[in-house]
């Protein structure tokens, strides 16, 4: 599963961005899709799950009510919907696909996207 991520930028603080990550080869080992993001000097981590099949979505605490995650099955792609962005939200972002939404946040996984860095200025 090829993974093609997009849509990162500069913003300011309060300001939104909209991630993209097509999976045009998508298969049952894809089954759910995730971001991750990695700030400089830190580890990566879990930001946001979507299973393709229900669109039942799963966020880390500490974006919950700010991003929003979709999927359209007809482009074989999803969208991280990131609003009232915080500079703590500057990272690298990473999408990934996996089989399982366990084994996802445990990043478990070999299907990575590119990273897209998200810079947001206070």
């Known amino acids: 599963v090829q993974l093609q991520a997009s849509g990162g930028g500069l913003v300011q603080a309060g300001g939104s961005l909209r991630l993209s990550c097509a999976a045009p080869?998508?298969?049952?080992?894809?089954?759910?899709m995730g971001w991750f993001r990695q700030a400089p000097g830190k580890e990566r981590e879990f930001v946001a799950a979507i299973r393709w099949g229900d669109s039942s979505t799963y966020y880390a605490d500490s974006v919950k009510g700010r991003f929003t995650f979709s999927r359209d099955n007809t482009k074989n792609t999803v969208y991280l919907q990131m609003n009232s962005l915080k500079p703590e939200d500057t990272a690298l972002y990473y999408c990934a696909a996996a089989s399982g939404v366990a084994g996802l946040i445990r990043q478990d996984t070999g299907y990575w996207g590119q990273g897209t860095l998200v810079t947001v200025s206070s």
């Open positions: 080869g998508r298969t049952f080992s894809s089954s759910v």
